[in-house]
């Protein structure tokens, strides 16, 4: 197959200016916490998706992908909520909302290579925005990948990309995971005020493996439910006089749960706040070299997300099951739910016997057969070193 660059020679007549890649990630713990002002714990994923790229001295955005028949020609100033309509809308966003917030973009040409897969929950959207993120940046001279903040700015812009213009009304960690993470660490993030801090997550020193499961199962509850927690959330923080749930992790959760007028507000009021906490004691625990505790924190968090948090799903359910009776240190169900993919802590001996035992489980249940792999914690946004100059 034709190299990237190739492909977009061919495509439209001239080399491009340069190919930058951006990672997925997934999320070890700290799920539906972002929304609520917690915490989160993603890392990087070494699959990443390549945006190549050429400045354009006008405002028109030609996009293109490897995975989509379609593409699209916009000018920036056409770009709205709902267009262009599509994957474009990803690629398109992120100059919008990069002008929005005052940079001085002009358009790009602009073909991209996703080697996350998409839509399992382990982010190749935004890996799509932040790798055309950092193309613009550099070829626009905005200079933002150099710098925290810098970074910051952009992972806000591919959020916005991702609200106002696609639609998704997510939160901002996987723009974060995307523009933050480095190599053999994982970030923690606190969705309050944004601020990051790198985590040891060094496996290998372990001998011990982080086993991604992409259930392939993509349940259509999943849109409208993730709408109605975030509402459930915001009611229940509304009740308790705060502007996020976050803000009543440190008051005493009987007290917290007493204040609640029904038990389905409770139970995801005590899912978020507990999540919260098992983050930060999963950062204990990685700093400790736990990992018996780490995988502990996992089943728990599960738990919390099947029974309270109600967003799991028979194919998450029987991936962590199996794991766990494999001998894992733990599993849990990572993303939004209701599919997508499930992360399993393993040693790297166990590491076949226990995705053998994944699909014979879900061969034995008659599910669409899983998609099983390694993962080590990877790095963020970046120009690619061999790009052309
Ligand atoms: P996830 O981010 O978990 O993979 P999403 O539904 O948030 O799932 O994003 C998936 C969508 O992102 C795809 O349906 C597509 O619209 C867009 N997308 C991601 N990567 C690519 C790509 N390489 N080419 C075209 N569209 C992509
Ligand atoms: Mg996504």
Sequence with gaps: MPRLPETFATLYGHAPDGVWSAPGRVNLIGEHTDYNGGLALPIALPHRTSCAASARDDDVLRIASLQEESSVEVRIDEVAAGHPSGWTAYVAGVLWALREAGYAVRGLDVLVDGRVPLGAGLSSSAALECSVAAAASDLFGLGLL??????????????????????????????????????????????????????????????????????RASHALADGQYGARRDACEKAADLLGVEFLRDVVDRPLDETLDALPDDE???????????IERVDAVVDALRDG?????????????????????????????VVDTAVAQGAFGARMTGGGFGGSAISLVRAEDVDRVSSAIEDAFAEARLTAPVSFAVTAAGSAARDRLSPA
């Design 146 to 215: 150099e710098s925290a903040e810098g970074r910051a700015a952009l992972a806000a812009a591919c959020q916005r990309a991702e609200n106002d213009v696609a639609g998704a009304p997510t939160g901002g960690m996987d723009q974060a995971a995307a523009m933050h993470c480095t190599p053999a660490h994982a970030l923690r993030l606190d969705c309050r005020d944004g601020a990051t801090s790198q985590v040891p997550f060094d496996l290998e020193a372990h001998d011990v493996v982080l086993l991604v499961t992409d259930t």
């Design 265 to 275: 507000l409770r139970r995801r009021t005590r899912h978020v706040v507990t999540e």
């Design 290 to 318: 736990d990992l018996d505790e780490v995988g502990r924190l996992f089943v728990a968090s599960h738990e919390s997300l099947r029974d309270d948090y109600e967003v799991s799903c028979t194919e998450l359910d029987l």
